[in-house]
């Protein structure tokens, strides 16, 4: 019988490769909201990090987050998702 391979992701922040259940994904919704994604399903373009606020807040200090979704993060958006990871937890 074969192994399944699990999907892996970088996550943005530290750059380490992660099994996809593992991280979180943040996507920009085809209206152009930038969301916490829960059930990784949602329509738009998504980015992965992991579940904490160090790495949520070194990709978007590091402007990686905003290259990958193609969209500028604003404060209001970086504190709407560090309190929706808050409230996942």
Do not use: F, H, W
């Not at 399944?4 to 085809?30: A, E, F």
């Not at 373009?45 to 402007?63: D, F, H, L, M, S």
């Amino acid at each position: 019988m074969k192994t399944r391979k699990l999907p892996q992701r970088k996550c943005l922040g530290c750059n380490t490769v992660k099994p996809k259940q593992d991280l979180v994904r943040i996507v920009r919704s085809p209206q152009g909201e930038v969301l916490l994604d829960k059930s990784g399903k949602r329509p738009g373009r998504g980015a992965y990090v992991c579940p904490n606020e160090e790495c949520i807040v070194k990709a978007i200090t590091g402007k990686s987050l905003e290259k990958s979704l193609g969209v500028a993060i604003s404060d209001d958006i970086k504190k709407s998702l560090l309190e929706e990871l808050k409230n996942e937890k």
